[in-house]
Every structure is written in C-alpha cells, then in structure tokens.
C-alpha cells in the first residue's frame, strides 16, 4: 500500500526534525528513522495500532513525544499529523476533509 502526507503533516514532520537538528544532529537522525520504522510497520500491519478517530489510528513513535497519526483508505496510507503529545488532542481531526 503507498502512503500519501497532508501537507501539514510535512509540516509538522519538519519542525521536529529542525528542532531535534538543532540540539543534536544525531537526535535528528535517530527521530528520522523512527519515523521510517514506524511507516514500515504500518505498511506491514496497517490495523494493528489502535483507533484514536473513528477514521484515524495513532501509531506511538516510542523513544519520542510525537504520534504518528494516519487514515487507512482503500489503495493508501493517508499520514494525517505528527502530533507532539503536549498538542491537544485531536486537533488534526480537521484535517480529514482534505483528505
């Protein structure tokens, strides 16, 4: 199944990454592959991580304060947020009708 990002997930995706850059390069890093991992392991088993939406599913980037969340659709993996845990929750759900 492909992925698709919203574009504020990008957005997002990329503040944390700038922000864990500028204290480590290395943190940067290690964030990043977490995030690879995490879209592998969705991939693999798109149902496993639980329902935070009717629509959406939250996948914990373990190690950091970030969830990745994520709509399945019938051909796609729709990454919706990067959702630092400090952020209320749920205030990504606006962004499904762009999806």
């Not at 939250?58 to 994520?70: A, V």
């Not at 659709?73 to 990067?82: C, G, L, N, P």
Request: charge should be positive.
């Amino acid at each position: 199944m492909k992925f698709r990002q919203l574009r504020a997930a990008s957005v997002e995706l990329h503040h944390a990454i700038v922000w864990y850059r500028d204290r480590s390069p290395r943190a940067a890093e290690n964030f990043w592959l977490r995030v690879m991992e995490a879209r592998r392991s969705i991939a693999m088993f798109p149902l496993a991580a639980p329902l935070t939406s009717p629509h959406c599913r939250r996948f914990i980037l373990s190690g950091y304060p970030y969830d990745l969340i994520y709509s399945l659709r019938k051909d796609e993996i729709v990454i919706v947020a990067f959702a630092h845990h400090s952020r209320r929750p749920g205030y990504w759900q606006s962004r499904l009708a762009e999806s």
